[in-house]
Nanobody, 128 residues
Framework: VQLVESGGGLVQAGGSLPLSCTAS????????IGWFRQAPGEEREGVAC????????YYKDSVKGRFTISSDNAEKKVYLQMDCLKPEDTALYYC??????????????????????WGQGTQVTVSS
């Protein structure tokens, strides 16, 4: 099982960045993919999650209306479109799956311990 994030970088406040998470060795259809982030000195926090088995999507309150998560199960990719970025969005962003763990649902989508496999992360830096 492997997850690889891509698309991070440096952007000015108000700008946009698309992130991608590419999965291998398992089918996305029956599992959840979550995006988490961690800033230096801060705890890891759930940003967005898609539960592919029922199509449910969940977001951290502070990103609602600005971030959009979507999944292309045939391509084995999950996307996080980030718009109207703020300096406080600066963090290392990870994608993770509940394959072999979980299951992730409405009450657990932001709990990192339900996700058993993680990517290496991609840095997002938003300048003011």
């Amino acid at each position: 099982v492997q997850l690889v994030e891509s698309g991070g970088g440096l952007v000015q406040a108000g700008g946009s960045l698309p992130l991608s998470c590419t999965a291998s060795e398992f089918a996305l259809d029956d599992y959840a993919i979550g995006w988490f982030r961690q800033a230096p000195g801060e705890e890891r926090e759930g940003v967005a999650c898609i539960v592919n088995i029922d199509g449910g999507t969940y977001y951290k309150d502070s990103v609602k209306g600005r971030f959009t998560i979507s999944s292309d199960n045939a391509e084995k990719k999950v996307y996080l479109q980030m718009d109207c970025l703020k300096p406080e969005d600066t963090a290392l962003y990870y994608c993770a799956t509940d394959y072999g763990s979980g299951p992730v649902g409405a009450h657990t989508h932001a709990e990192y311990w339900y996700f058993g496999h993680w990517g290496q992360g991609t840095q997002v830096t938003v300048s003011s």
